[in-house]
Protein backbone atom coordinates (compact mmCIF):
# COMPACT_ATOMS: atom_id res chain seq x y z
CA UNK A 1 0.00 0.00 0.00
CA UNK A 2 1.97 3.24 -1.32
CA UNK A 3 -0.52 5.27 -0.41
CA UNK A 4 0.18 9.02 -2.47
CA UNK A 5 2.84 8.58 -4.75
CA UNK A 6 3.84 11.79 -7.02
CA UNK A 7 6.52 11.68 -10.26
CA UNK A 8 9.12 12.87 -10.73
CA UNK A 9 10.86 14.42 -7.79
CA UNK A 10 12.37 16.64 -9.34
CA UNK A 11 12.39 18.91 -12.25
CA UNK A 12 13.71 21.88 -13.80
CA UNK A 13 12.34 23.46 -16.98
CA UNK A 14 13.24 26.15 -18.79
CA UNK A 15 10.72 29.73 -19.46
CA UNK A 16 8.46 28.73 -21.73
CA UNK A 17 8.40 25.02 -21.62
CA UNK A 18 5.47 22.13 -20.44
CA UNK A 19 5.42 19.37 -18.53
CA UNK A 20 3.11 17.42 -16.63
CA UNK A 21 2.88 16.07 -12.91
CA UNK A 22 2.26 12.95 -12.20
CA UNK A 23 -0.27 12.00 -8.92
CA UNK A 24 -1.63 8.69 -8.09
CA UNK A 25 -3.53 7.19 -5.23
CA UNK A 26 -4.26 3.21 -4.51
CA UNK A 27 -6.19 4.17 -1.44
CA UNK A 28 -9.97 4.18 -3.45
CA UNK A 29 -10.28 7.83 -2.62
CA UNK A 30 -12.80 9.72 -4.10
CA UNK A 31 -11.27 13.09 -4.28
CA UNK A 32 -7.87 14.42 -4.87
CA UNK A 33 -6.00 17.45 -4.79
CA UNK A 34 -2.83 19.63 -5.75
CA UNK A 35 -1.25 22.39 -3.88
CA UNK A 36 1.96 24.13 -4.04
CA UNK A 37 4.23 25.30 -1.14
CA UNK A 38 6.21 28.92 -1.14
CA UNK A 39 9.11 29.22 0.75
CA UNK A 40 8.33 29.82 4.15
CA UNK A 41 4.46 29.83 3.34
CA UNK A 42 1.37 27.12 4.16
CA UNK A 43 -0.13 24.95 1.19
CA UNK A 44 -2.54 26.94 -1.51
CA UNK A 45 -4.89 24.41 -3.60
CA UNK A 46 -4.71 24.87 -7.36
CA UNK A 47 -6.93 22.43 -8.25
CA UNK A 48 -8.73 19.64 -7.00
CA UNK A 49 -11.45 16.59 -8.05
CA UNK A 50 -14.13 16.04 -5.93
CA UNK A 51 -14.98 12.66 -7.58
CA UNK A 52 -14.01 10.64 -10.79
CA UNK A 53 -14.96 13.12 -13.75
CA UNK A 54 -15.39 16.45 -12.25
CA UNK A 55 -12.25 19.31 -11.71
CA UNK A 56 -12.47 22.63 -10.33
CA UNK A 57 -10.39 25.59 -9.72
CA UNK A 58 -8.81 25.87 -6.29
CA UNK A 59 -7.31 28.90 -4.68
CA UNK A 60 -4.26 29.45 -7.17
CA UNK A 61 -5.09 27.64 -10.45
CA UNK A 62 -3.59 30.11 -13.57
CA UNK A 63 -1.08 28.83 -15.39
CA UNK A 64 -2.25 25.00 -14.83
CA UNK A 65 -4.16 22.37 -16.02
CA UNK A 66 -5.74 19.14 -14.42
CA UNK A 67 -6.57 15.68 -15.76
CA UNK A 68 -8.47 13.33 -13.71
CA UNK A 69 -7.86 10.59 -15.75
CA UNK A 70 -9.31 7.91 -13.26
CA UNK A 71 -9.97 7.29 -9.68
CA UNK A 72 -6.34 6.68 -8.92
CA UNK A 73 -4.81 9.34 -11.17
CA UNK A 74 -4.88 13.07 -11.09
CA UNK A 75 -2.12 15.17 -13.01
CA UNK A 76 -1.44 18.82 -12.97
CA UNK A 77 -0.02 20.26 -16.17
CA UNK A 78 1.68 23.24 -16.72
CA UNK A 79 1.49 24.68 -20.35
CA UNK A 80 3.91 27.59 -20.55
CA UNK A 81 6.79 27.71 -17.40
CA UNK A 82 7.34 30.91 -15.96
CA UNK A 83 9.41 31.24 -13.09
CA UNK A 84 6.78 32.27 -11.04
CA UNK A 85 5.90 28.90 -10.74
CA UNK A 86 8.97 27.72 -8.63
CA UNK A 87 7.63 25.95 -5.92
CA UNK A 88 7.29 22.14 -4.14
CA UNK A 89 3.62 20.81 -5.51
CA UNK A 90 1.71 18.33 -3.35
CA UNK A 91 -0.85 16.15 -4.23
CA UNK A 92 -3.37 14.94 -2.10
CA UNK A 93 -6.00 12.41 -1.50
CA UNK A 94 -9.52 11.80 1.01
CA UNK A 95 -12.07 9.86 0.72
CA UNK A 96 -14.48 12.27 0.05
CA UNK A 97 -15.36 15.39 1.50
CA UNK A 98 -12.83 17.78 2.47
CA UNK A 99 -13.33 17.73 5.93
CA UNK A 100 -11.78 14.30 6.01
CA UNK A 101 -8.37 13.57 6.60
CA UNK A 102 -5.75 14.35 3.55
CA UNK A 103 -3.44 11.74 2.99
CA UNK A 104 -0.25 14.03 0.86
CA UNK A 105 2.23 12.49 -1.80
CA UNK A 106 6.00 13.47 -0.96
CA UNK A 107 6.28 16.24 -3.05
CA UNK A 108 7.84 17.13 -6.32
CA UNK A 109 10.26 20.18 -6.46
CA UNK A 110 10.04 22.07 -9.73
CA UNK A 111 12.79 24.68 -10.37
CA UNK A 112 11.34 27.55 -13.69
CA UNK A 113 14.38 29.13 -14.73
CA UNK B 1 -13.73 31.75 5.02
CA UNK B 2 -12.47 30.76 8.68
CA UNK B 3 -9.17 32.70 8.99
CA UNK B 4 -6.83 30.78 11.12
CA UNK B 5 -4.05 32.75 13.00
CA UNK B 6 -1.19 30.61 15.14
CA UNK B 7 2.42 31.60 16.19
CA UNK B 8 4.96 31.86 13.48
CA UNK B 9 7.56 29.62 15.65
CA UNK B 10 8.00 28.38 19.12
CA UNK B 11 10.89 26.66 20.77
CA UNK B 12 10.92 23.77 23.38
CA UNK B 13 13.37 21.11 24.99
CA UNK B 14 13.14 17.37 24.87
CA UNK B 15 10.47 15.97 27.41
CA UNK B 16 8.59 19.03 28.03
CA UNK B 17 5.05 19.48 27.00
CA UNK B 18 4.10 21.99 23.52
CA UNK B 19 0.75 23.60 23.83
CA UNK B 20 0.09 25.56 20.13
CA UNK B 21 -2.83 27.66 20.38
CA UNK B 22 -4.99 28.90 17.00
CA UNK B 23 -7.41 31.38 16.71
CA UNK B 24 -10.59 31.24 14.75
CA UNK B 25 -12.91 33.88 15.59
CA UNK B 26 -15.42 33.13 12.87
CA UNK B 27 -15.78 29.34 12.67
CA UNK B 28 -18.72 28.02 11.71
CA UNK B 29 -21.34 25.72 13.40
CA UNK B 30 -20.63 23.03 11.07
CA UNK B 31 -16.94 23.32 10.74
CA UNK B 32 -14.26 21.09 11.94
CA UNK B 33 -10.58 22.08 13.28
CA UNK B 34 -8.00 20.00 11.77
CA UNK B 35 -4.14 19.84 12.92
CA UNK B 36 -1.50 18.29 10.33
CA UNK B 37 2.60 18.28 10.72
CA UNK B 38 5.15 18.77 8.02
CA UNK B 39 8.34 17.81 8.58
CA UNK B 40 11.17 19.09 5.79
CA UNK B 41 11.24 17.84 2.22
CA UNK B 42 7.51 15.82 3.12
CA UNK B 43 3.95 16.32 2.74
CA UNK B 44 1.64 17.33 5.67
CA UNK B 45 0.83 14.70 7.77
CA UNK B 46 -2.82 14.61 9.69
CA UNK B 47 -1.84 14.34 13.27
CA UNK B 48 -5.78 15.00 14.97
CA UNK B 49 -9.22 16.39 14.69
CA UNK B 50 -12.04 17.94 16.71
CA UNK B 51 -15.44 19.52 17.00
CA UNK B 52 -15.95 19.98 20.41
CA UNK B 53 -14.44 19.95 23.91
CA UNK B 54 -11.05 17.32 24.03
CA UNK B 55 -9.71 14.80 21.80
CA UNK B 56 -6.90 12.11 22.26
CA UNK B 57 -5.08 9.57 20.26
CA UNK B 58 -1.81 8.43 20.45
CA UNK B 59 0.12 11.41 19.38
CA UNK B 60 -1.75 14.22 20.72
CA UNK B 61 -4.37 16.23 22.31
CA UNK B 62 -6.72 18.92 20.94
CA UNK B 63 -8.61 21.21 23.19
CA UNK B 64 -11.50 23.14 21.93
CA UNK B 65 -13.00 25.71 23.97
CA UNK B 66 -17.09 25.84 24.64
CA UNK B 67 -16.86 29.03 21.99
CA UNK B 68 -14.60 27.10 19.57
CA UNK B 69 -13.48 30.15 18.52
CA UNK B 70 -9.62 28.85 19.57
CA UNK B 71 -8.12 25.25 19.76
CA UNK B 72 -4.97 23.84 21.64
CA UNK B 73 -2.77 21.08 20.41
CA UNK B 74 -1.02 19.64 23.42
CA UNK B 75 2.30 17.16 22.23
CA UNK B 76 3.14 15.08 25.27
CA UNK B 77 6.79 14.79 26.41
CA UNK B 78 8.31 15.86 22.85
CA UNK B 79 11.44 14.76 21.31
CA UNK B 80 14.05 16.01 18.74
CA UNK B 81 11.82 14.44 16.12
CA UNK B 82 8.52 16.60 16.75
CA UNK B 83 10.69 19.51 14.91
CA UNK B 84 8.11 20.14 12.03
CA UNK B 85 5.41 22.80 10.87
CA UNK B 86 2.25 22.44 12.36
CA UNK B 87 -0.90 23.81 10.32
CA UNK B 88 -4.21 24.25 11.88
CA UNK B 89 -7.13 24.30 9.65
CA UNK B 90 -10.68 24.68 9.99
CA UNK B 91 -12.78 22.68 7.45
CA UNK B 92 -15.42 23.67 6.14
CA UNK B 93 -16.60 20.53 4.12
CA UNK B 94 -16.21 22.92 1.01
CA UNK B 95 -13.64 21.83 -1.20
CA UNK B 96 -12.55 24.91 -1.82
CA UNK B 97 -12.21 26.47 1.62
CA UNK B 98 -8.75 25.20 2.65
CA UNK B 99 -6.73 27.04 3.73
CA UNK B 100 -3.09 26.18 5.50
CA UNK B 101 -1.85 29.59 6.60
CA UNK B 102 1.90 29.67 7.51
CA UNK B 103 1.96 27.46 10.16
CA UNK B 104 3.92 27.04 13.68
CA UNK B 105 7.53 25.93 12.83
CA UNK B 106 8.45 24.06 16.34
CA UNK B 107 11.71 23.34 17.11
CA UNK B 108 12.86 20.90 20.15
CA UNK B 109 16.15 21.25 21.50
CA UNK B 110 18.44 18.75 23.16
Known amino acids: NAGVTQTPKFQVLKTGQSMTLQCAQD?????MYWYRQDPGMGLRLIYYSASEGTTDKGEVPNGYNVSRLNKREFSLRLESAAPSQTSVYFCASSPDRVAETQYFGPGTRLLVL | LAKTTQPISMDSYEGQEVNITCSHN???????ITWYQQFPSQGPRFIIQ???TKVTNEVASLFIPADRKSSTLSLPRVSLSDTAVYYC???????????FGAGTRLTVKP
Open chain 2, 50 to 52: GYK
Open chain 1, 27 to 31: MNHNS
Open chain 2, 26 to 32: NIATNDY
Open chain 2, 89 to 99: LVETGLYNDMR
